[in-house]
C-alpha cells in the first residue's frame, strides 16, 4: 500500500462546475497535509493545508480531513480553465507539525472545459 | 527573498557520467529536501537536512546518489555512474522547522536526460 494515494484521473469538469480531488493515507499518526497545484513544467505551489477534522475554506478552494477515515479532499468551486493542472496530496509523515517530511500522492490531473 | 533557486536548469549526459546539481534555499529556512519526479507521477522524496545534518535518506536511493550541505546553507545533489533510469526532474524544496505550517517552498527543478 503507497502512502499517499490518489486517483491520477484525468478528471475533467465543466467551467464553473465544482471539482473534487480525493486523496487517502496510510500513516494514521499524520498530522499535516496539504495540496499542492502543478502547472504543466512548472513547479509545486502550495493552494491550502489542514491539520484538523473538518472542513478549511479558502476563496474557491475548501480542504476538507477526515482523520479516522484517513481521507484528505479538495473542492474547488465555480471551475476555472486556469485551475487546469496536476493536484499533488501531501502528508507529513514522521514529525507532526513541526517536522518530518512530505510524502506526495502521484497527483490528479485536472482539466476544466469552457 | 529570492526563493529556492537550483542549478543547472537542465542537464544532459551520456550513462555512466558523474552528475551534480545544485540547490539554493531560502536564506532563513534551515531544511532543505531533494525530491526526484518523473512524468506523471508525483515528487519522489530522496532525502532531507536539518542546517548541516543529513535527517533522512529514503531506502529507495541507490548508493550511487550522495547529498551534501556542508554549511547549512546550499546543498549539492551528485549521482555518480548515471543511469537511464535516473532521466527525471529533481526537485529542491526548503523550508522552516518549527514554522507554523511545515510548507515546502520548491524550486523550478533541475532536468536531467541521460542519454
Known amino acids: 500500500q503507497k502512502e499517499v494515494e490518489q486517483n491520477s484521473g484525468p478528471l475533467s469538469v465543466p467551467e464553473g462546475a465544482i471539482a473534487s480531488l480525493n486523496c487517502t493515507y496510510s500513516d494514521r499518526g499524520s498530522q499535516s497535509f496539504f495540496w499542492y497545484r502543478q502547472y504543466s513544467g512548472k513547479s509545486p505551489e502550495l493552494i491550502m493545508f489542514?491539520?484538523?477534522?473538518g472542513d478549511k475554506e479558502d476563496g474557491r478552494f475548501t480542504a476538507q480531513l477526515n482523520k479516522a477515515s484517513q481521507y484528505v479532499s479538495l473542492l474547488i468551486r465555480d471551475s476555472q480553465p486556469s485551475d487546469s493542472a496536476t493536484y499533488l496530496c501531501?502528508?507529513?509523515?514522521?514529525?507532526?507539525?513541526?517536522?518530518?517530511?512530505?510524502?506526495f500522492g502521484q497527483g490528479t490531473e485536472l482539466s476544466v472545459k469552457p | 527573498d529570492t526563493g529556492v533557486s537550483q542549478d543547472p536548469r537542465h542537464k544532459i549526459t551520456k550513462r555512466g557520467q558523474n552528475v551534480t546539481f545544485r540547490c539554493d534555499p531560502i536564506s532563513e529556512h534551515n531544511r532543505l529536501y531533494w525530491y526526484r519526479q518523473t512524468l506523471g507521477q508525483g515528487p519522489e522524496f530522496l532525502t532531507y537536512?536539518?542546517?548541516?545534518?543529513?535527517?533522512?535518506k529514503s531506502r529507495l536511493l541507490s548508493d550511487r546518489f550522495s547529498a551534501e550541505r556542508p554549511k547549512g546553507s546550499f546543498s549539492t545533489l551528485e549521482i555518480q555512474r548515471t543511469e537511464q533510469g535516473d532521466s527525471a526532474m529533481y526537485l529542491c524544496?526548503?523550508?522552516?522547522?518549527?514554522?507554523?505550517?511545515?510548507?515546502?517552498?520548491f524550486g523550478e527543478g533541475s532536468r536531467l536526460t541521460v542519454l
Open positions: 524544496a526548503s523550508s522552516l522547522s518549527g514554522g507554523n505550517t511545515g510548507e515546502l517552498f
Open positions: 489542514i491539520y484538523s477534522n
Open positions: 501531501a502528508v507529513n509523515i514522521g514529525g507532526g507539525n513541526q517536522g518530518g517530511k512530505l510524502i
Open positions: 537536512f536539518q542546517n548541516e545534518a543529513q535527517l533522512e
